[in-house]
């Protein structure tokens, strides 16, 4: 929910953390260039807002609501934000905008905002007493022959495991038709998620010395899976829960809502990856709580080249707000139900753990979800080092180590300098993949090569 105009008040945003906010390093650079008076007209600021007009082919009307980091633009670019609303951004960066009154186009943009907030806060208020009722018995029976359709695709996929392991992983490299159809089997039988998986499966043949060790392991987890569909009404509501979430049952927000827990903190923005297809754009978000220590991983979708997200999370900045959770049996999948305030930047110390804190987050976590494949978490005091072989690694001060997963490293190795860091990444007991590191109060984002 948007705050109050009255409640709001700008927040102090760094040139690196406006330059976060472009969805690839081409509006990143127009951006840059477009960060001078020259290029506008009729710039300008309040509390709540900033705003100007872009000089181009056309004259663009750019405007930016600062309690959330939100842009818009009148031009036709599909890229959210453009290089204008970028430009804008490094602006109110280096507090080069004087201030005045908005003009009546950026209010009228701020009033629609702030009208579509309060209609999603009525309706979630309202909850699934205020929605059409719905008809339990028809909902009963497509509930009953989806989960039919699941499990005949489930004993297909069983099937499927025993023939593989039966004939060996030998010559499983030269396949390319064999998880593409079983996958496709697999969305045939209403479950989505399952069907991801078996694709995945397609990368990891040759990808390493050990990649049948990780076969083995991939292979078991959904073996694991169609066991556990069997006994389904057997087991714990939240890890029945967990369950169905993975095989591709989606839960409606409203359920969420009304099921998940909630929690409020000061929320910190410690990781982000998107992925760009033809058809949509998948934000992860990343979000630790200031207080608490609990990570929230945030999901966002966008079909189509003209769509946005939902949400706008700037790293390195914490907003106070009430999250909830997707019901779990180790809770991690989130959504923001309610921001409480403005957007800050973070400067002071994160809840983190010890190397030996994290395995031991990660036994707990899969203890209770034997489905959970990686866990979140803030490392604290490591140093990234590489071995005689050229393996890296992260280290803590009592000399024990993990291993170190893709990302920049080098850009890692130069950012410590040998001196410890702190690191938001993924741990898959295994290895932990970097997203992002924290030095002196300032958060660098790892993403890229390895």
Known sequence: MLPRPDTMSAAPLTAEQALALAPDT????????????????????????????????????????????????????????????????????????????????????????????????????????????????????????????????????????????????????AETALWNTQAARLVDAQAPGLASQVRQLAALPGSGPDWPRRMLDRLGRLALVTEAWKKLDEL?????????????????????????????????????????????????????????GRTALVLQFAAGPGARFAESFLPGTAFPAELVYWPSAAPQRALVHERKGEVRPHSEPLPSVTLEGLCQLFASELARNPFRERTAAMLGAVVPVVDGGRRWWLRDATGAAIRLGACDRWRLLALSGGRPVDLFGEWDGDELRPLSARVEGRLHPLGGPS
């Open 26 to 173: 081409s509006v990143a650079s127009a951006g840059q260039k477009l960060a001078t008076e020259r290029s506008w007209q009729g710039l300008g600021r309040d509390g709540r807002a900033a705003w100007g007009e872009c000089k181009g082919s056309a004259l663009y009307q750019v405007r930016v609501d600062l309690s959330d980091l939100a842009t818009k633009c009148t031009c036709p670019s599909r890229k959210f934000p453009c290089k204008h609303a970028v430009g804008l951004l490094l602006l109110v960066s280096a507090e080069r905008l004087p201030s005045g009154t908005p003009p009546e186009w950026v209010a009228d943009w701020l009033g629609k905002r702030s009208t579509t907030a309060e209609r999603k806060a009525k309706r979630e208020a309202a909850g699934p007493e205020g929605a059409a009722p719905a008809d339990p018995e028809a909902r009963s029976k497509r509930t009953t022959e989806r989960h039919t359709r699941i499990q005949r695709g489930l004993e297909g996929l069983s099937l499927w495991l025993e023939d593989l392991v039966r004939n060996g992983l030998a010559g499983l490299e």
């Open 236 to 292: 714990p509501p939240l890890l029945a829960a967990d369950l169905r979430a993975l095989v591709g049952i989606s839960l409606r927000e409203e359920d969420v809502l009304a099921q998940g827990e909630r929690v409020t903190d000061s929320w910190v923005t410690v990781g982000q990856e998107l992925e760009d297809t033809e058809r949509v754009r998948t934000q992860r978000t990343y979000l630790l709580g200031a207080t608490s």
